[in-house]
């Protein structure tokens, strides 16, 4: 699908790439009417909960060094700014550099909300870039400005051509995906629309391009890429305007997981000619070798690529083959975004762990390039099976899944979920660190981790035995898919034929 980084907006993931936040079934099915074009997602009529795309799309783009973020809304709005401007404090620091990003609120009242707020918009935009003197400056609009038809493109032409350096429209209406990663989206197109500028004639380069949330394992991949003569550009935490602008010249971009850097990386070669390297992600080994052979094939190193991955399988597969005797046979269940979930569930298959039920927070029918997801397409040509949902976040649905399957272990990438799991009893991880599973050394310690969870579960049994859940036992018994519209309407096509 082509990317149109003429106009400022972005279409959400259900319009663009045909997304869902609602189906039960099993891998296989799913995959394949992905691949066919026929799966359709349920809608519920009940909703626990959810995350709002803006905190995605600001998150981001407020982790780029020395720009500032204006958010167009009222001031509840703006509520995840201080754990935002805390995180991207402690990552700079981390790194040893420093930033003077900000993050400011227009604090939109009643009378805003009636007869608009424009004009002092324009003014607070002036007055950001008096007193900050950022590189770029992002005006983000919020549902209350989507709701009233705020024109924050018209405003943001205007002042761009008074001040002089990159100001951006940012289309991050809360409600208007219930996917919340069609806010990484919004994020890559406000930076490929306006802070990419098109390659310098004559430039040679050996960077790739890195798309990560919070570049934790820096250091690491910095040397692993120094093996294949390659210099890696991590997105964008801790970036600056300037790195941003000429990630155009790169040789490549890859991404820690396809749901956070599928625009990006598509987006760069479509319009710039960057390839986009499509693989399976770096968790595990088999994972971890597909990443990097297929670096190797797009940048011309597989030579090197193969010479580093016979040394590495030499110190990590017998201790990894080792510590799997004691894992075969568990059974777990996975609660994740989709760029995780079918990673995840791969990985515990190469370490003989039994995924009886896998849930993903949303699910991308197809990418950017028409493909469907290749964690996805792994898992089917290789003939590996299990029932699956999406889930949307929906607590209720992995608490009834964990009651009735009993796994011995629960996975998942949001604390919340993690948490419930292990006062229902079950013992469980947190996959909190994006690289928590990366390539030979981490999957070792992840099969380590998940040893330790299981071997001793004396914490989640007397917690389970001291707290009572708000789950009845009613909602127990009851099919997961109790409040998907779609199963309560083909119930009763089912019992009127009956």
């Given at each position: 699908m082509a990317i149109n980084t003429n106009s400022?907006?972005?279409?959400?993931?259900?319009?663009?790439?045909?997304?869902?936040?609602?189906?039960?079934?099993?891998?296989?099915d799913l995959a394949e009417k992905s691949e066919c074009g026929t799966l359709k997602g349920c809608s519920r009529c009940f909703s626990q909960s959810s995350s709002c795309l803006s905190s995605c799309a600001l998150g981001q783009l407020s982790a780029i060094r020395d720009i500032a973020v204006i958010h167009h809304g009222p001031a509840g709005c703006s509520v995840a700014s201080a754990g935002t401007y805390y995180l991207d404090k402690v990552m700079a620091k981390k790194r040893g550099v420093t930033t003077s990003t900000v993050y400011v609120g227009t604090d939109m009242n009643e009378q805003d909300t009636i007869f608009g707020s424009t004009s002092q918009l324009a003014k607070i935009i002036r007055q950001v870039n008096e007193r900050y003197s950022p590189k770029a400056i992002f005006v983000a609009s919020s549902c209350a400005t989507g709701i009233i038809g705020e024109?924050?493109?018209?405003?943001?032409?205007?002042?761009?051509?008074e001040i002089g350096i990159p100001i951006v429209a940012v289309h991050c209406e809360g409600f208007k995906s219930r996917i919340w990663a069609t806010g990484f989206d919004i994020a890559d197109h406000a930076v490929l629309s306006s802070i990419v500028q098109p390659p310098r004639e004559g430039v040679k380069s050996n960077k790739i391009n890195f798309k990560n949330f919070y570049e934790s394992a820096r250091p690491e991949i910095i040397e692993i890429f120094k093996n294949f003569d390659l210099d890696p550009v991590f997105l964008y935490c801790n970036s600056t305007v300037d790195e941003l602008s000429h990630i155009s010249e790169s040789l490549a971009t890859t991404c820690i997981c396809g749901t956070l850097g599928n625009y990006l990386?598509?987006?760069?070669?479509?319009?710039?000619?960057?390839?986009?390297?499509?693989?399976?992600?770096?968790?595990?080994?088999?994972?971890?070798?597909?990443?990097?052979r297929e670096i190797g094939r797009v940048t011309g190193r597989s030579e090197k690529v193969e010479k580093y991955i016979e040394e590495q399988r030499a110190i990590y597969i017998p201790q990894i083959e080792e510590i799997k005797k004691e894992l075969k046979g568990l059974r777990a269940v996975i609660?994740?975004?989709?760029?995780?979930?079918?990673?995840?569930?791969?990985?515990?298959?190469?370490?003989?762990?039994?995924?009886?039920?896998?849930?993903?927070?949303?699910?991308?029918?197809?990418?950017?390039?028409?493909?469907?997801?290749?964690?996805?397409?792994?898992?089917?040509?290789n003939n590996i099976n299990f029932e699956a949902s999406v889930s949307d976040q929906q607590n209720y649905e992995v608490m009834n899944i964990l009651h009735k399957y009993k796994p011995d272990l629960y996975l998942s990438r949001h604390p919340g979920s993690t948490v419930w799991a292990i006062k229902n009893g079950t013992s469980a991880v947190y996959?909190?660190?994006?690289?928590?599973?990366?390539?030979?050394?981490?999957?070792?310690?992840f099969a380590k981790t998940i040893l330790d969870s299981i071997r001793n579960r004396s914490f989640e049994q007397n917690l389970a035995k001291r707290v009572k859940l708000p789950y009845t036992d009613w909602w127990y018994k009851q099919n997961v898919d109790a409040f998907f519209e779609q199963s309560k309407s083909e119930d009763k096509k089912v019992a009127g034929a009956n």
């Open positions: 400022s907006n972005v279409a959400t993931r259900e319009n663009r790439i045909g997304s869902i936040t609602g189906y039960i079934g099993d891998l296989k024109d924050i493109d018209s405003v943001v032409d205007e002042a761009r051509d990386g598509n987006g760069l070669e479509e319009k710039y000619g960057v390839p986009y390297v499509r693989s399976i992600n770096q968790s595990g080994i088999v994972g971890f070798e597909t990443w990097l609660g994740m975004g989709p760029g995780y979930t079918f990673e995840v569930s791969r990985v515990l298959n190469e370490l003989g762990i039994e995924v009886v039920w896998a849930l993903a927070w949303h699910y991308d029918k197809k990418y950017e390039n028409g493909d469907v997801p290749p964690s996805m397409k792994y898992l089917l040509e996959v909190a660190d994006e690289y928590m599973i990366f390539g030979y050394k981490h999957t070792l310690e």
